[in-house]
């Protein structure tokens, strides 16, 4: 059975950093890309970062470009989210999502339980 | 950006009705659609992809159809455990993006 089960949520304040991790098992993490996603407290679902199976590209939307960073362990089937200067419209739910249908093919097959960031003061 | 609009953002029915939820996309996305179902409290599902293709496991009554910018997800005879919030997502190009989503209630 496919896992995947984030962690390192928190309470943060603006300009803060924070690292989810998301652990994978159940599939052979190294053969798929991954992504993360997120949801605001009643909002709907952003598209946050993808990575490629190696680890070699990664692309991330415009709202966190230059202040997230996505990475992966594949010797520890691990995705990694580095959230830096962190602001108060990043506090949202953060999902990792398996890439399920083939390489940046962006169908999301499974999903984490979710892991829940707020920034506040 | 493709901007992805879904109608209507609420949606009650009775169990056993038909029910249709309408995405359309700012520009052609040709095929590359998906739809996930979303329960409060829980993390998204994948119900379709490809626009028509329904994931493993996804009862039969769901269905899928559309193709470049207007698409649609029917669900053939609703059922109380179809209570939840439906997005699309197209995949066409970066930065994927979700419709705002649809709730189906009950009456």
Redesign the interface.
């Known amino acids: 059975e496919v896992q995947l089960v984030e962690s390192g949520g928190g309470l943060v304040q603006p300009g803060e950093s924070l690292r989810l991790s998301c652990a994978a098992s159940g599939f052979s993490f190294s053969s798929y890309t991954m992504n993360w996603?997120r949801q605001a407290p009643g909002k709907?679902?952003?598209?946050v970062s993808?990575i490629t199976r190696s680890g070699s590209t990664m692309?991330h939307?415009?709202s966190v470009k230059g202040r997230f960073i996505i990475s992966r362990d594949n010797a520890k089937s691990s995705l990694y989210l580095q959230m830096n200067s962190l602001r108060e419209e990043d506090t949202a739910v953060y999902?990792c999502a398996r890439d399920?249908?083939g390489d940046g093919?962006?169908?999301?097959?499974n999903?984490?339980?979710?892991t829940l960031v707020t920034v506040s003061s | 950006d493709i901007q992805m609009t879904q109608s209507p953002s609420t949606l009650s029915a009775s169990v056993g009705d038909r029910v249709t939820i309408t995405c359309r996309a700012s520009q052609s996305i040709s095929s590359?659609l998906?739809w996930?179902q979303?329960k409060p409290g829980?993390?998204?599902?994948?119900l379709i992809?490809?626009a028509s293709s329904l994931?493993g496991g996804v009862p039969s009554r769901f269905s899928g159809s559309g193709s470049g910018t207007e698409f649609t997800l029917t669900i053939s005879s609703l059922q109380p455990d179809d209570c939840a919030s439906y997005?699309c997502?197209q995949?066409n190009s970066?930065?994927?993006?979700?419709?705002?989503?649809t709730k189906v209630e009950i009456k």
């Open positions: 996603v709907g679902l952003e598209w993808y692309y939307a415009d999902y399920g249908y093919y962006g169908v999301f097959d999903w984490g339980q979710g | 590359w998906a996930y979303q829980k993390a998204p599902k994948l992809y490809k994931e997005y997502q995949y970066y930065p994927w993006t979700f419709g705002q989503g």
